[in-house]
């Protein structure tokens, strides 16, 4: 393996680097990936798993809808369940200002072409039975999901294995040199390829990846917490969502239900997440139990953490890398879970030639937006 | 907030003798712990409600237990019972629960003395209401007089074995058989570092004496390879083992019985070390991941201590001693005055009983054949019903880690959080991989480390304060 040269090295084994890899490999590319530590593991494995819209930004819910579309036949695509689930999902308003947000919301998103509509109270909670009574207006949206991003580093493992992808894990890369056209990328575990086109799609960790090619991307990262209590009897019938976009919340099929909402721990790249702030997961729980009575009676078993990579924008950062030939950067996407496998899709069309159905190296997320971007010193 | 000097968090041996000294050097301690009395484990007090009219009767253990725990509440240490820790913060803040609510402590200074948890490995019919683990029996014991059942089988390793059947003897039951996987030669093997604590092996013979004088059939070199019945315990399957404790194949045994009590070993439980980061390392004699420490059993992250068999199993005497020692060195680091000489004293004392310690947990640990009791279709998981089948297919598929293989499977992901399973696994993993324990990680430790209601997380609040962060970018 050590030596050999690839069309193509992808650094990063989010759900982003995965599906690219993936469409290039099936396509006829050769393709060595390379992981720091497992596929999926990171932002892309322990994400609450919410397939819906409530967390898109609006300029992305073009590319969302597509993806949830890809995400119904996942499983079957990569040969292994991720318990993709069609459930709808709610979006509720406590206060008048809740209100107000929401129906701006709801209007931003019905222009992008979401199927998604403000329901009175009543109407709320015939279609979500555990609402809570002071529900002042909600959003219904039949597209909301979700899938169990735990079980994504499974699937992707076996799909890229039978794809002929050169999966190299717990190999973070720690050296990419120009060889003529192409590159020299090394890792630290000693595996050395050359390929004549790089991707980084690194997640939180771009900056880094960045800087060895002479390049400052301005990506930083957010630390979510996600919560899970013991299983319960079916209780909750759909994606139960707050107007402020600071909740989420499903039953799993287990019976167990994961509450999240972008609420921040603490944690840095050297030792990924690692602090829980209580003060954070009591916020994320009170709204939650504001949202969901029936969360009082039960028991939290576990708050877990999640890096996930944060743009000065908040917009995506993908496209080619500025003086850096045949290098491209692939991340920076809010509600990466949601989107990864279109954007995944339409990244590699890109670098097979085809036209893409929606644009993707353009000015909203083309990485010369940023200022602060030194161009490339490397070549 | 209550704010002290340093937090133990554990009433066990350890931390006990260490809230005991650090608070008599003059350090203003706060003692936590879920139980409703000092002791832990080892030493655990009768229910409140129970009165001890023939302390004699109830063992040497009960003795030192209850001298423990009249030195605790004889110092000026300050102890808080019935409180479920559920978060640690750095520098450090921890909460916990208390009847319901979350209160909240601070100290710059950590004694983690958590003890230890069971490893059990499993084998078909594990599951069965009547089967518990030796820790649990001698809990029910110890402190309730309650027997496992009527007729018991009591199998794994280590010395708990004995002193459970002997227990159960004594409080009127009958005991179906002891099969333990350690041969006689593996006791002969250890008897030179056993020598150092003749008390207590003398102790040990003693229950051999009371088994053999009852007519219990002892079965060395064997596993327990099935616990039979449908609905409960009807009997046992056992096997002679080979060196790795494999079950040999083609000799099979039965025994009836209605109730089984069985363990591998202990684990040192480290959640709180894991939680706050600091360093571990694999010591197989010391039952698995042990916090890294320094001379004053400091961890890696500064001013965290541990204390006791959760730093490395070596029993309830080296527990104490390694707790009075802790306690001193916090002492001395925070300024105050301490008895050197003592120190050193203990120190010496520490070297011995750690010998014997560590020869009884290098007896207990569970050899690698012995993964082959389970079967394809035996749970692993129970709070997630995971099996070996389930496990061994994700191993086939590349799972090389345990929080991998936990992310792949959802072994350990119920509300025991691995403590149950985690052993179990990590040894089918360590399997494919040489063996090698080191190899497949450590189970990731999350807040609240055991499940916690969630009112006693939220608290009281109205919604009409709430104050929510600004709405996400839309």
């Not at chain 1, 990936?33 to 593991?41: P, T």
């Not at chain 2, 879920?34 to 655990?44: F, I, L, N, T």
């Not at chain 2, 009249?70 to 808080?80: G, I, R, V, Y």
């Amino acid at each position: 393996m050590t030596g050999q040269t690839y069309d193509i090295a992808i650094i990063g084994g989010g759900i982003m680097g995965c599906v690219s890899s993936l469409e290039l490999a099936e396509a006829g590319m050769s393709v060595a990936l390379f992981e720091q530590r497992f596929l999926a593991s990171s932002a892309s494995g322990v994400n609450a798993g919410t397939l819906s819209l409530t967390g898109v930004r609006s300029a992305l819910s073009p590319y969302a809808l597509r993806s949830i579309d890809l995400w119904q036949k996942l499983s079957e695509r990569l040969g292994y369940d991720i318990h993709y689930r069609r459930i709808g999902s709610v979006m509720a308003a406590f206060t008048d200002r809740e209100a107000e947000i929401l129906t701006e919301r709801v209007q931003a998103k019905s222009q992008q072409g979401v199927s998604l509509e403000l329901i009175d109270a009543k109407k709320a909670r015939e279609l979500e039975p555990a609402l809570s009574e002071d529900v002042k207006l909600a959003a219904f949206s039949p597209i909301g999901g979700y899938a169990n991003s735990s079980a994504t580093g499974r699937a992707f493992t076996l799909a890229l294995r039978r794809a002929g992808v050169a999966i190299h894990e717990q190999s973070p890369v720690t050296r990419i040199e120009r060889k003529g056209d192409g590159f020299e990328v090394t890792s630290s575990t000693g595996v050395m390829v050359h390929a004549r086109r790089i991707v980084m799609a690194g997640g939180s960790w771009l900056g880094g990846l960045g800087q060895m090619v002479g390049v400052d991307f301005p990506v930083k990262w957010r630390v979510s917490q996600v919560s899970v209590t013991e299983r319960l009897p079916k209780s909750v019938k759909r994606v139960v969502a707050h107007a402020y976009g600071l909740l989420t919340l499903k039953q799993s099929e287990n019976g167990t239900i994961l509450i999240g909402g972008g609420w921040q721990g603490k944690g840095d790249l050297e030792r990924g997440p690692s602090e829980v702030l209580p003060q954070n997961l009591v916020g994320n729980l009170q709204l939650a139990m504001r949202t969901i009575p029936i969360l009082k009676t039960t028991r939290i078993v576990r708050t877990w953490l999640g890096l996930h990579a944060h743009t000065p924008d908040a917009m995506p950062i993908i496209g080619p890398i500025p003086g850096v030939e045949n290098a491209f950067v692939l991340g920076g996407v809010r509600a990466g879970f949601t989107c990864g496998p279109y954007i995944g899709k339409l990244f590699a069309d890109i670098l097979l030639g085809k036209e893409p159905e929606l644009p993707l190296f353009h000015a909203p997320f083309n990485p010369a937006r940023f200022n602060a971007l030194s161009m490339a010193k490397a070549g | 907030m209550s704010a002290c000097d340093v937090i133990v968090l554990g009433a066990g041996p350890a931390g006990a003798s260490a809230a005991i000294e650090a608070s008599k050097a003059g350090l203003n301690v706060v003692l936590l712990d879920a139980g409703a009395a000092a002791g832990g484990q080892v030493y655990r007090a009768p229910p409140g409600s129970f009165r001890v009219t023939d302390a004699e009767a109830m063992g040497p253990d009960f003795a030192i237990g209850d001298g423990l725990r009249q030195e605790l509440a004889a110092s000026p240490a300050k102890c808080f019972f019935g409180r479920s820790v559920w978060h640690i913060a750095p520098g450090f803040v921890v909460r916990a629960v208390f009847e319901g609510n979350t209160e909240v402590y601070e100290a710059p200074t950590l004694i983690v003395a958590m003890g230890t948890h069971e490893r059990v490995i499993p084998m078909p019919g594990w599951t069965l209401p009547g089967v518990m683990g030796l820790a649990a029996a001698t809990i029910l014991l110890k402190s309730q007089r309650i027997l496992p059942g009527e007729n018991t089988v009591v199998a794994g390793t280590g010395p708990l074995l004995a002193a459970v059947a002997a227990s159960i003897l004594k409080g009127g039951g009958k005991v179906a058989a002891l099969v333990e996987l350690s041969t006689r030669m593996d006791w002969v093997k250890a008897l030179p570092s056993l020598i150092s604590r003749p008390d207590l092996l003398k102790r040990g013979f003693g229950w051999l004496g009371e088994l053999r004088a009852a007519g219990v059939p002892i079965y060395r070199g064997h596993a327990l390879t099935a616990i039979t019945g449908d609905a409960e315990v009807t009997g046992v399957e056992i096997a002679p083992v080979d060196a790795q404790w494999r079950p040999l194949a083609g000799q099979r045994r039965t025994i009836a019985a209605d109730s089984v009590t069985i363990g591998h070993g202990l684990v040192p439980s480290t959640e709180v070390t894991r939680l706050m980061g600091a360093k571990h390392e694999y010591r197989h004699e010391q039952g698995g991941w042990v916090a890294l420490r320094n001379e004053d059993f400091e961890t890696t992250i500064p001013n965290i201590f541990v204390a006791g068999d959760g730093a490395g199993i070596a029993g309830a005497a080296a527990a104490a001693l390694r707790g009075r020692i802790t306690g001193l060195a916090v002492a001395r680091r925070a300024g105050r005055k301490i008895d050197a000489s003592r120190e050193t004293t203990l120190r010496a004392q520490l070297g011995k009983a750690e010998r014997f310690g560590h020869a009884i947990s290098d007896l207990m640990q569970a050899r690698p054949g012995l993964i082959e009791t389970m079967t394809p279709e035996t749970i692993v998981c129970r709070c997630e019903e995971v099996t070996r089948a389930d496990l061994d297919s994700a191993i086939r598929d590349g799972a090389r880690d345990v929080n991998q293989m936990k992310a792949w499977t959802r072994c350990g992901m119920g509300p025991c959080q691995g403590r149950m399973c985690g052993e179990a696994a990590a040894s089918l993993l360590a399997a494919v991989q040489g063996g090698d324990r080191s190899k497949v990680g450590q189970l990731t430790a999350r807040p609240p480390l055991r499940p916690i209601p969630y009112e006693a997380i939220v608290g009281q609040f109205d919604y009409a304060d709430m104050e929510l962060p600004e709405p996400q970018p839309g």
